[in-house]
T-cell receptor
Framework: EAGVAQSPRYKIIEKRQSVAFWCNPISGHATLYWYQQILGQGPKLLIQFQNNGVVDDSQLPKDRFSAERLKGVDSTLKIQPAKLEDSAVYLC???????????????FGEGSWLTVV | TQLLEQSPQFLSIQEGENLTVYCNSSSVFSSLQWYRQEPGEGPVLLVTVVTGGEVKKLKRLTFQFGDARKDSSLHITAAQPGDTGLYLCAGARYSGAGSYQLTFGKGTKLSVIP
């Protein structure tokens, strides 16, 4: 079974530029998450989708970050304009459904590494 | 203030030793998960505990959820170099509108020396 695919793997941009990350979840997974992991910290949820609807975006900095999952499958996360503190790994994850219980495993992609200079 | 405190932050031990990693909070969680993350990869789920006092074993790894569902521990018996990695605990709480949010600790970086 194919895992969660993310691209690009690495990106270096200057501050105030824009960047977009793409995620293809595991086939059949209705729930998709974007997490931000800053070096030395655990992942922090940015946004959670259930099919193509947003379930939780309470921690998404909406003045500069946006995300969409138009057809309920692939998703893109955009940052515009980027700041130095946005340097992090952006992890996409997916699961069959919402909730965190035995039997509903969340699978993470390898992440997209962003450096803002 | 970190919602989930993990200790120790770093741990370096010899192969064959035993170790325990702790995950503590003042909040109650509906479930708690442990992940292992290797450099350059995403976290991989090890276990989910749901019931207070629950103990789960995964080969040489033993996970325990506190009776009050606020804390958890991970014990590794006879550690091996392959156990090296970042161990993350994550607690799930209801965030409204039928949604649960998973909050991660900062992790414990384990190095097992051959």
């Amino acid at each position: 079974e194919a895992g969660v695919a993310q691209s690009p793997r690495y990106k270096i941009i200057e501050k105030r530029q824009s960047v977009a990350f793409w995620c293809n979840p595991i086939s059949g997974h209705a729930t998709l998450y974007w997490y931000q992991q800053i070096l030395g910290q655990g992942p922090k949820l940015l946004i959670q989708f259930q099919n193509n609807g947003v379930v939780d975006d309470s921690q998404l900095p909406k003045d500069r970050f946006s995300a969409e999952r138009l057809k309920g499958v692939d998703s893109t996360l955009k940052i515009q304009p980027a700041k130095l503190e946005d340097s992090a790994v952006y992890l996409c994850a997916s699961s069959l459904g919402p909730g965190f219980y035995s039997g509903n495993t969340i699978y993470f992609g390898e992440g997209s590494w962003l450096t803002v200079v | 203030t970190q919602l989930l405190e993990q200790s120790p932050q770093f741990l370096s031990i010899q192969e064959g030793e035993n170790l325990t990693v702790y995950c503590n909070s003042s909040s109650v969680f509906s479930s708690l998960q442990w992940y292992r993350q290797e450099p350059g990869e995403g976290p991989v789920l090890l276990v989910t505990v749901v019931t207070g006092g629950e103990v789960k074993k995964l080969k040489r790894l033993t996970f325990q959820f506190g009776d009050a569902r606020k804390d958890s521990s991970l014990h590794i018996t006879a550690a091996q170099p392959g156990d090296t990695g970042l161990y993350l605990c994550a607690g799930a709480r209801y965030s409204g509108a039928g949604s649960y949010q998973l909050t991660f600790g900062k992790g414990t970086k384990l190095s097992v020396i051959p």
